[in-house]
Each structure stands twice: as structure tokens, then as C-alpha cells.
């Protein structure tokens, strides 16, 4: 006896998985793309402030004064006594005179009422920096001291004796 061989089921609601794959992974990006533009359309970034391209400028030119710094090979050692602070300043691969007075900005990282810009002033006799300073208050501090076309930059814990900067 031959058995009979019966055709698949054509039921409408069973479909080969393929073809759903085949609609399904296109309808999604579809969906996707929409819904990636509503998003764009309604919150769009604002337009750059007219300032930024100085403020670009101002990026450069710090950089141009760090650079300026490692030409020199600018080092120096910040002593911090009782009520003073000290600066010894060395241009090793240059012979450029030292200037006259210094820029030392403290920067405390959490609080900025206490931030200070001390002038440095030179001594002739020693050759070395000092201003008056009071104690720092203990913390994490950002320290730069600067000349006229070039700047150290470096962080320290407070309290502390010695920082040394430079290349």
C-alpha cells in the first residue's frame, strides 16, 4: 500500500520564518531612522557663541606660552615658609636674562574664595623670588607661575614645603 503524501499546510498565519526576517529587519531600520530624526529635529544643539573663536585663540596662545617654557627649559623650585613664599628660577637651555617679577597663581580645586595672584618680586642679592604669602589651607592646589611670554604649570597637596615645576 502507497502512502499517500500530504501537501504542507497553507494555513495563512504560517509563514516561512526567512520572509519575516526579510520584512521585519528593514521595517526596523525604517523605524529606526525616523525616530533618530524626531530626535535630532527637536533637540538640536544651539549654535556656537560668537566669542568662540577667541576663545580658541586664547587656547593657542597658552599653549604657544607652555611651549615658549619647554624652549627656555624653564624650571623652578616653590619654597613655602612661614609667610613667604620663594621662587628659584632656571632657564637651562637658554641664556635669556631672568625677568624682574613673576606671576604665581594659586588655584585651590574645590574652593575658590581662596584662589590667590601673588607677584613675585627678585631679589639681586640672591637672585631668587619671594612675595608674602600666608599659610595655604589644606587641600589639592593648582599652581602656575608665569613670566611675560611663557608659564609653568603643576599640583600639589597642601600643606606642603616644596614644589618643584619645569622641565
Not at 623650585?77 to 628659584?88: H, I, K, M, S
Not at 604669602?133 to 603643576?154: I, K, M
Request: hydrophobic share 45%.
Amino acid at each position: 500500500m502507497d502512502a499517500e503524501v500530504m501537501p504542507p499546510d497553507e494555513s495563512p498565519g504560517r509563514a516561512n520564518p526567512v520572509v519575516w526576517i526579510m520584512i521585519g529587519v528593514p521595517l526596523a531600520a525604517v523605524c529606526a531612522s525616523m525616530l533618530t530624526l524626531y530626535l535630532a529635529a527637536r533637540g538640536s544643539e544651539p549654535p556656537l557663541p560668537a566669542q568662540y573663536s577667541w576663545e580658541g585663540k586664547a587656547l593657542e596662545q597658552d599653549f604657544a606660552r607652555a611651549d615658549r617654557a619647554g624652549s627656555l627649559g624653564a624650571a623652578a623650585e616653590l619654597t613655602f615658609d612661614a609667610g613667604r613664599a620663594q621662587v628659584a628660577l632656571d632657564f637651562s637651555t637658554s641664556t635669556e636674562a631672568l625677568p624682574a617679577t613673576l606671576e604665581l597663581r594659586l588655584t585651590h580645586a574645590t574652593l575658590p574664595a581662596l584662589d590667590r595672584t601673588i607677584r613675585l618680586v627678585r631679589d639681586a642679592g640672591s637672585g631668587a623670588y619671594w612675595a608674602d604669602l600666608s599659610a595655604l589651607q589644606r587641600g589639592h592646589w593648582h599652581v602656575e607661575l608665569a613670566g611675560a611670554d611663557w608659564r609653568l604649570r603643576g599640583r600639589f597637596e597642601a600643606p606642603v614645603s616644596y614644589v618643584r615645576l619645569g622641565y
